[in-house]
């Protein structure tokens, strides 16, 4: 028992050091996250020119496929001279259509998908493009004041030493046993928030991620376009990219309203006190950080559901937020006991 208490109170401490000397820190970090997503889109380059290869000898095999096979029919249905050129000229134009969109692809397929990205930031009040880095670093700054604010010391600058000083016994002055429930409260909340923000940090990089994979190797389906047999897979890749972009748009609303908040929840933490009613705004804070993740998770589902004509969301789609943070806190919970 004393050694699960001593490892419990190490551990509390050494995330309780971690998250306040991150938060005396004045600027967020551009790495992390954001090498990551660099990594992916420094990637784009090579896959845009290998997809482009295989797309192209496709569309041209296909084009002579479909081109022939329509001359043959014209021939067996003894088409006139008018007939043949009318017949010609839709066929043309139609290979020349779908011949220019894999041939400008790498200009208006990211206008498509940029152009819903400004709208969302406009409407979400961002400016520029969103950073990984600066979206989990949201979530350090709160669990830092959070602890800044409610663990005794911890507020007047207390270093890693000092806070381990609080924590364990024996090494400064030692918690009181009520002060000491408030807390793990205290620690377990700023966990929790923690916790959410990098749920939220992952939703926005997958959702970034994919519209680099569908702008670079997912042009390959443009390739299917010459042939009349294989041209719903370039309309499903056309419409893949309309949806990549109403995700992404709907996602920087979402993200960018939940930072502007964020700027609030880092003041109302760094002002709770270590007692019942700073515990009860404290879970106020942390029942608004869960609502931000559970919105920022469902956006690709939110985005599919726009182009189908509807918009809904049921209490299932919220199983798997709900079922991360209880996995969380049924951990820290069992620790705890």
Not at 200 to 216: D, G, R
Request: net charge neutral; with cysteine; aromatic share 10%.
């Amino acid at each position: 028992m004393k050694l699960r208490h001593r490892s419990l109170l190490a551990l509390s401490a050494l995330v309780i050091a971690t998250g306040v000397l991150a938060y005396g820190q004045s600027t967020a970090p551009q790495s992390g996250p954001s090498d990551l997503l660099d990594v992916y889109k420094n990637a784009t380059t090579t896959w845009v020119s290998t997809a482009f290869g295989y797309a192209n000898k496709l569309f041209g095999l296909l084009a002579f496929i479909d081109f022939t096979w329509a001359m043959i029919v014209l021939f067996l249905e003894g088409q006139e001279m008018q007939g043949w050129i009318a017949g010609f000229l839709k066929k043309f134009m139609t290979i020349s259509f779908f011949y220019a969109l894999l041939i400008n692809q790498s200009t208006w397929f990211p206008a498509i998908i940029n152009s819903f990205v400004q709208i969302g930031q406009q409407a979400g009040g961002v400016s520029g493009y969103l950073n990984p880095s600066s979206i989990l670093w949201t979530g350090v700054q709160i669990s830092g004041a959070i602890l800044a604010a409610c663990l005794p010391n911890a507020a007047s600058g207390a270093t890693a030493g000092g806070i381990l000083g609080v924590i364990v016994p024996g090494a400064g002055a030692a918690l009181t046993a009520a002060s000491l429930i408030p807390a793990l409260v205290a620690l377990f909340c700023a966990l929790l928030i923690f916790l959410a923000y990098v749920v939220i940090t992952l939703t926005f990089i997958m959702a970034t991620v994919e519209s680099y994979v569908v702008m670079s190797a997912g042009l390959i389906f443009l390739g299917f376009g010459a042939s009349r047999w294989t041209v719903p897979y370039t309309e499903r890749y056309i419409s893949l990219v309309v949806s990549t972009g109403v995700r992404l748009m709907v996602l920087y609303m979402i993200i960018g309203l939940g930072q502007t908040l964020s700027n609030t929840w880092v003041q109302e933490a760094s002002q709770m006190p270590l007692s019942t009613a700073g515990l009860q705004s404290l879970f106020g804070l942390l029942a608004s950080v869960i609502v931000f993740m559970a919105l920022a998770w469902q956006v690709p589902k939110l985005a599919s559901s726009i182009l189908q004509g509807s918009l809904q969301m049921g209490s299932s789609d919220l199983i798997a937020p709900a079922m991360s943070a209880a996995i969380a806190a049924g951990t820290i919970g069992a620790v705890a006991t």
